[in-house]
């Protein structure tokens, strides 16, 4: 048992070091080249830090553990969405933008809405399963999610002004390239040791894919965002987590279904419900006290929602 938590340890001094990386990275190459912090933070941070999410998912698609691979996804979004943006609001209020508000959130309510119609099996005989179909489509929608950035990046002026060091090309490209080795590499110790000692301690496949390998896997976004929250870098806190939620849908389920047809158990609406229900939470907490603004007190909301969650969840095994 000591091994693996060393191990456990280990990985996440190469999640922390690995995210400070990237963000320094991201942001210099964001200022460089006049590209808003939100749309590096949509896809290069984004793509980064859901890298563990899809190594996860490939393996487990490829060795059949079908629910590892719903539950990776869900329950890291649910992770990302309640518990990351609730930590990161907590440390600074995060004020977001129009394109976030009116766009990227409901874009990621959309993922969402659509993975619950599609897995359930809506419009046909209830087989309960991602089909290559399906993967098909999810890759066609992030595709389109992409060329929807691309158009951003075309049509906004940045403000973002000079980088606080003269990061070179080489230097910049380094520090992402590196950060996200770290990300990867971290996130992978981290979710093998955890696995490791949750077998041990004899905790079901279900609450380690929801809690454990959810929570392991989002480990590179808690470190990224709190990283740019603690630097007032909210956009790419903010961007960092839907664009990684969009990701997670769209792309990684995307290619998971692709390599194997992935059976749904409906067990997991529930958790779908939660997803669901917190980005229109989140949604609406753009328009409460402060507008485009996720105040303290709507992040302590999202904490609090997911602990009650958590609780649930653990009383349902005992």
């Known amino acids: 048992m000591l091994i693996p938590i060393l191990w456990l340890i280990f990985g996440l001094i190469f999640l922390l070091k690995g995210a400070d990386w990237l963000v320094d990275g991201a942001s210099a190459l964001a200022k460089k080249f006049n590209i808003s912090d939100l749309a590096i933070g949509l896809t290069i941070v984004a793509f980064g830090t859901s890298a563990p999410e899809l190594v996860v998912n490939v393996m487990g698609s490829m060795q059949g553990h079908h629910e590892i691979v719903f539950a990776n996804v869900i329950g890291s979004n649910n992770f990302n969405l309640l518990v990351i943006l609730g930590i990161s609001g907590l440390i600074t209020p995060l004020v977001v933008q129009s394109s976030t508000v009116w766009k990227e ?86 979710v093998n040791n955890a696995i490791e000692i949750a077998t041990v301690l004899g905790i079901s496949e279900k609450i380690i894919g929801l809690t454990i390998i959810a929570a392991g896997t989002s480990l590179p976004e808690l470190a990224t965002s709190i990283v740019a929250a603690m630097r007032k870098n909210v956009d790419i806190a903010v961007g960092n987590i839907i664009g990684s939620n969009i990701f997670n849908i769209f792309l990684i389920l995307g290619i998971s279904s692709l390599v194997n047809p992935i059976s749904y158990n409906p067990s997991f609406n529930s958790e779908m419900y939660l997803l669901g229900g917190g980005t229109l939470l ?6 409460t006290g402060q507008k485009k603004k996720l105040d303290r007190w709507e992040a302590a909301l999202l904490l609090l929602i997911f602990l009650g969650y958590t609780g649930y969840l653990i009383a349902g095994e005992i």
């Open 105 to 190: 959130i409901p874009i990621s309510l959309f993922g969402a809405i659509l993975l619950f119609i599609v897995a359930n099996d809506f419009w046909s005989p209830k087989t309960f399963t991602l089909s290559r179909i399906d993967g098909f489509l999810f890759l066609l929608l992030f595709a389109g999610f992409l060329f929807y950035v691309y158009k951003q990046l075309s049509s906004d002026s940045a403000e973002t002004g000079s980088p606080e060091k003269p990061y070179s090309q080489f230097k910049i490209w380094s520090f992402i390239i590196i950060g996200l080795a770290g990300l990867v590499f971290g996130g992978r110790l981290v």
């Open 282 to 287: 989140l949604f609406i907490g753009m328009f």
